[in-house]
Structures are given as structure tokens and as C-alpha cells.
């Protein structure tokens, strides 16, 4: 994204929400489809995923939460901080999610 010569803030963001989003559908999910459209306007990531959904979108925005395996939480991962440094580093978040049929999570990152 540097090549587009975009502010090094907005690279730093979309970094951030990319990394946080794809380890939450891998950890969470198994994995998934990512699609980035980059617009003049923005940078709009939509994850995709056939997971188990999540039950209570609202507690899994809450700092500390986590649902994250033993195993997850040994690699050093689990701390809960996903979906809230995703919501503090994009201009908009949208989660969908239906339990046992997967998420859907749409992040907006605004380049002006």
C-alpha cells in the first residue's frame, strides 16, 4: 500500500485491523476468504468465514474476552484484543455472524 502512496498512518491501520481479523478467523474459524477493495475513498476488508459463529457479538467486543483453545492461548494468542484493536483502528466495523453457519466481518478504513 505504500506504493499508492498512502499516509503511513492509514498503513499502519489497515495493517493492524488485516492481522487482528485474519488471526481471529484462523484461531476462531479455521480460516476463510479476505477480499480488500482499495477505492479512492477508503479500504474496505470483508472476511468471510464458515466457522461456528459467534454467540454474543457484544461480549466478544469487550476487551479480555476470549473463546480462544488452550492451544491458541499457548502460542500467545487469546488475550481478547481482536475485535476491540480492530473497532479502535477502523472507521467502521461490522460483524455478522450466525451460530454454526459462520462470520461475516466488514472493516472500513477511511483514507482521508
Not at 44 to 50: M, T
Not at 66 to 91: H, V, W, Y
Request: glycine share 12%; charged share 20%; proline share 4%.
Amino acid at each position: 500500500m505504500n506504493q499508492l502512496g498512502l499516509h503511513a498512518l492509514i498503513v499502519r491501520k489497515t495493517a493492524i485491523v488485516m492481522y487482528e481479523a485474519e488471526i481471529n478467523m484462523v484461531i476462531h474459524a479455521g480460516g476463510g476468504v479476505v477480499d480488500v477493495y482499495i477505492n479512492p475513498e477508503d479500504i474496505r476488508i470483508i472476511l468471510k468465514d464458515n466457522g461456528p459463529g459467534i454467540p454474543d457479538i457484544g461480549k466478544a467486543m469487550e476487551a479480555g474476552f476470549s473463546t480462544a483453545s488452550d492451544k491458541a492461548r499457548e502460542l500467545g494468542f487469546g488475550a481478547g484484543m481482536g475485535l476491540p484493536n480492530i473497532q479502535k483502528n477502523s472507521d467502521d466495523l461490522n460483524i455478522e455472524s450466525r451460530v454454526g453457519e459462520g462470520t461475516t466481518v466488514t472493516i472500513l478504513v477511511k483514507l482521508n
